[in-house]
């Protein structure tokens, strides 16, 4: 018979951690955003990112397990910026 398994409560997750290294990953995609955007572009996408890094932080005891999606929520709206400023904006390399 196996022994019933027993959760430490106080037990600290590595969800959140994934996440916020996830955000200092996408933070270099949003700081070279410069070579491809304007300055106004870059300004907004970087307090983009600084919001999403505070649901990161508010997060971070609340719902451990959502941080790790935030860096994929801001992967993607770096990418569907990025990709319409180039495609309606002229924006390039």
Same mark, same amino acid.
């Given at each position: 018979? @196996?022994?019933? @398994?027993? *959760?430490? *409560?106080?037990?600290? @997750? =590595?969800?959140?951690?994934?996440? #916020? +290294? !996830? #955000? ?6 949003? +700081?070279? @955003? !410069? ?5 106004? +572009? &870059? &300004?907004? /996408? ?17 719902? =451990?397990?959502? $941080?790790?999606? &935030? =860096? $994929? ?8 910026? /990025?990709?319409?400023?180039? +495609?309606? /904006? !002229?924006?390039?390399?």
């Amino acid at each position: 018979m @196996s022994k019933p @398994s027993r *959760r430490n *409560r106080n037990a600290t @997750s =590595p969800w959140p951690f994934v996440g #916020m +290294a !996830g #955000m200092a990953c996408a933070f270099f995609l949003y +700081a070279a @955003s !410069g070579l491809v955007a304007p300055w106004w +572009a &870059v &300004v907004l /996408l970087l307090a983009a990112w600084l919001v999403l890094l505070l649901v990161c932080a508010v997060w971070w005891t609340a719902h =451990p397990r959502w $941080v790790p999606w &935030v =860096p $994929v929520v801001a992967v993607v709206l770096w990418f569907g910026v /990025l990709t319409a400023g180039g +495609a309606w /904006l !002229g924006w390039t390399a």
